[in-house]
């Protein structure tokens, strides 16, 4: 398939390069210029899961992970064949997920989508996971390498950190501000070694950007080296996310017609993969876009104007979102008419009081911990399920309680533990780079490490 700028489309990409290029050159984001159709595939693989599944649990033939990759697989190949051949595709799907959603029905409405099985628990990991892999497969065949440069303020780069630990022919280096993450994100970043380098930036998450910005344009630098990025806008995280949309389909025989999706936004990359899940022939009744107080997409939605404004701090900080990149391509994908997309979008903005009262009432109501992002994503389902006009929701659940303990414990008087992966992270020892926030420092270190 081909993919085209969502700013020109003529602008036009195949697979490996919008994924080295990340963004297209003038400033939009990569996306597929066609639809395939794929609701036939969706129906059959659900039939032959529900056959194989027998009436109870226990009869099940096929493993969750078998069924995950199955889908991975087969969406895969429609989408990047036939630049990618199908072998290489198997070992991408293999290599990146040895982790699955789990789908959790809570009652005959609601079921949350678990995503936060990987190994940094939180949704990220499945995207950057296939990307990951899908640059190491696409490098080795060529017989080359390259430098992934990442600016984080905590919580992405530790996915991608942790997505490309091991990666041949790759190096990562991630600039962080010094003082400025918590303590579990800075061991998330610091602890990993191998080709993983922290570089701790004496200033602020905004000079962290401005350097990695800086040195894309810098000529030295790319004359010697392969300089590419892993942000979130990356076509390679997008696409994987749409698999779980799938999956949730084919993997709850409770429900066979088209469910609503409630997705916890922010950069809304999340959100945008289950539209395109739909326009490839998902049956989906509607999305419904959960936002904290950083609402311009909700209020897009009511009012028809998207205006962009500073984020704000919420308690669902991986959302503190005021200009979210992928509305660009929600625009594409809906010609950039706002009837339309509120035909398959509905906003709701949440609170942090609401939030933390979300928590509480699902844990009362459920038994279960759930994080604050995930909390929006509830409180905001439970208002439209109060309207009685959907039947089945599923709350996407994007991070582990355990991430955001403090919090939890707040709403809920109950300190959820931390997942086991993370917890032996802390015993670890940090090891970072010092550097000023120069490019000359940058370009020094860059250029006497990986030329
Ligand atoms: C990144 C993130 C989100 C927001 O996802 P987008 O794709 O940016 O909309 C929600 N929850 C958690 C836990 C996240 O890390």
Redesign the pocket.
């Known amino acids: 398939m081909i993919f085209f700028s969502t700013r020109n489309r003529k602008e036009r990409r195949d697979f490996r390069e919008a994924i080295f290029m990340g963004l297209a050159p003038d400033g939009g984001l990569y996306h597929p210029a066609s639809k395939p159709n794929m609701s036939e595939l969706f129906f059959s693989l659900k039939e032959e899961f529900r056959k194989t599944s027998g009436d109870t649990l226990d009869k099940r033939t096929v493993s969750d992970m078998e069924l995950f990759r199955r889908i991975a697989r087969e969406v895969s190949y429609r989408i990047l064949g036939p630049e990618i051949d199908n072998p290489t595709v198997e070992r991408i799907v293999k290599k990146s997920f040895d982790f699955t959603p789990v789908h959790r029905r809570l009652d005959e409405r609601l079921s949350l989508l678990e995503l936060f099985h990987g190994p940094t628990c939180?949704?990220?990991d499945f995207g950057a996971s296939f990307l990951a892999n899908a640059m190491e497969e696409l490098l080795e065949s060529r017989n080359e390498s390259a430098v992934i440069l990442v600016a984080t303020s905590g919580?992405?780069g530790g996915a991608v950190a942790r997505a490309f630990l091991g990666k041949k022919r790759i190096d990562v280096v991630i600039l962080y501000p010094s003082g400025r993450v918590s303590y579990l994100q800075e061991k998330q970043l610091t602890t990993l070694g191998q080709n993983i380098t922290a570089l701790e930036i004496k200033g602020s998450f905004d000079d962290c950007q401005r350097l990695v910005k800086e040195a894309f344009l810098d000529d030295s630098l790319n004359a010697s080296l392969n300089l590419t990025s892993a942000n979130?806008i990356n076509l390679g995280r997008l696409i994987p996310?749409s698999f779980y949309y799938i999956y949730s389909y084919i993997s709850d025989t409770h429900s066979n017609e088209g469910v609503t999706f409630t997705?916890?936004?922010?950069?809304?990359?999340?959100?945008?993969a289950g539209v395109l899940a739909w326009e490839w022939g998902l049956p989906v009744e509607k999305f419904i876009a959960a936002t904290n107080v950083n609402d311009v997409v909700p209020q897009y939605l009511e009012e028809g104007l998207f205006k962009p404004r500073p984020s704000v701090e919420t308690l669902?900080n991986?959302?503190d979102?005021g200009n979210?990149s992928?509305f660009e391509r929600l625009r594409v994908i809906f010609d950039d008419n706002v009837d339309k997309m509120r035909v398959m979008l509905h906003g709701e903005r949440v609170t942090d009081e609401e939030t933390l009262e979300g928590m509480k009432e699902f844990y009362k109501n459920y038994g279960i911990l759930i994080?604050p992002?995930?909390a929006v994503g509830y409180v905001a389902s439970n208002r439209i399920l109060k309207l009685g006009k959907v039947r089945d929701i599923v709350i996407l659940s994007?991070?582990h309680p355990g991430?955001f303990g403090e919090t939890v414990e707040e709403a809920t008087g109950i300190r959820p533990e931390l997942p086991e992966n993370l917890g032996s992270l802390m015993e670890r020892e940090k090891k970072s780079i010092p550097m000023e926030p120069h490019l000359k420092d940058l370009r020094d270190f860059l250029l006497k490490h990986f030329r």
Do not use: I, Y
């Open positions: 939180a949704f990220k919580d992405t979130s996310q997705v916890p936004s922010g950069n809304f990359g999340n959100l945008t669902s991986a959302m979102v979210p992928n994080d992002h995930t994007t991070a991430k």
